[in-house]
């Protein structure tokens, strides 16, 4: 009897044990297909409001950076305790190839320069509404220093529309040790980029972050106008409410437009413009939307003068 008894409690014990292991695996595979449908999370760390600035003005920790191609703004009222970074400090010609990334140790002295440390959690706004702030996240993101780094929406235009404290003072600023940890992957260079137009990335999504009329070639400006075969465009001040006010759209919105132009979840995506500035301010709002960018840092400018290469006009017919 008690023999029966210990059959069958092992029995039902068995049987159990196999429904829970099929609903186990059920979960898991419903999960995964719901994983492999689910939108990218929004990135919020490495974009912070004017009121959390405002918030954490005097933290020990805090950077603030001005990036302009000259200081007349910034000399005429910056944020208090910001530092001014000149776009030149970031950008080098290279090959006849202007705003290409300068060397690691080049880089790594500009940011050490301003007081930029290890522990240093770095705040970003800039003039051109914010452009030139999204070329140095991406340096800070190539020395592997991204996820401490955060563009300030609405920048400096949005923090004086809200009757905020300006400052003229000249801040000094005691230089810092920072360990850099490149990310070489976050590049692509131009022999890959042929490879993806020749149709050997066939899932890598291709944008160009320049205005249309660029893009469709309808602008004369240059011996070769257009744009890299395979391309859709995103342009990159299309992502904020307008100029004059240089807020970031809806999170929503901003993915539906990389989504229209091919941009899936889980997908490769490459980013240029002309010369590798616009196209940083994309790779800024596809991070943002939990997209995994790469820079084509010579753009259109290394691409339309290579050899061998070619250019489209107008508006490509949808794949």
């Given amino acids: 009897m008690l ?6 409690r092992t029995g039902w014990r068995f049987v ?4 829970l292991s099929v609903f186990a695996v059920s979960l898991v595979f419903l999960l995964s297909a719901a994983g492999s449908t689910h939108r ?19 933290d020990k920790n805090i950077v603030i950076l001005h990036v302009g191609t000259d200081r007349k703004t910034y000399d005429a009222g910056h944020i208090p305790g910001a530092r001014f970074l000149g776009l030149s400090d970031i950008v ?25 440390g290890n522990q240093s959690r770095v705040v970003i706004y800039g003039d051109m509404a914010g452009l030139f702030a999204a070329r140095a996240y991406f340096s800070l993101d190539y020395l592997g220093r991204g996820d401490s780094t955060a563009l300030l929406d609405g920048g400096l235009e949005k923090w004086k529309a809200e009757h905020r404290e300006v400052s003229i003072r000249q801040n000094n600023v005691a230089p ?3 360990t850099a940890k490149p990310r070489p992957e976050l590049i692509i260079e131009l022999a890959t980029v042929k490879q993806v137009v020749a149709g050997k990335g066939k899932k890598v999504a291709l944008i160009d972050a320049r205005p249309f009329s660029d893009y469709a070639g309808t602008r004369p400006y240059a011996i070769r106008v257009g744009h890299i075969p395979g391309a859709k465009n995103v342009f990159w ?3 904020l409410v307008s100029r004059d006010n240089p807020v970031l759209k809806s999170a929503a919105d901003i993915r539906a437009r990389y989504e229209a132009a091919g941009v899936r979840p889980g997908s490769k995506v490459v980013v240029y413009c002309q010369t590798g500035v616009q196209a940083t301010y994309d790779y800024f709002t596809l991070k943002l939307t939990g997209f995994s960018p790469m820079l084509y840092d010579g753009s259109f400018s290394e691409w339309s003068s290579a050899e061998g290469t070619v250019v489209e006009t107008g508006i490509p017919h949808s794949n």
Wanted: glycine share 4%; proline share 5%; net charge positive.
């Fill in 3 to 8: 023999v029966g008894v210990l059959t069958w």
């Fill in 16 to 19: 159990v044990h196999r429904i």
């Fill in 40 to 58: 990218p999370q929004v990135t919020s760390s490495i974009l912070v409001r004017t009121d959390w600035l405002a918030a954490h003005l005097k």
């Fill in 92 to 116: 080098a010609v290279r090959n006849g190839i202007p705003n290409e990334l300068p060397t690691v140790n080049t880089l790594k002295a500009t940011f050490e320069r301003l007081g930029i």
């Fill in 176 to 178: 810092a040790t920072l």
């Fill in 237 to 239: 001040a299309d992502n």
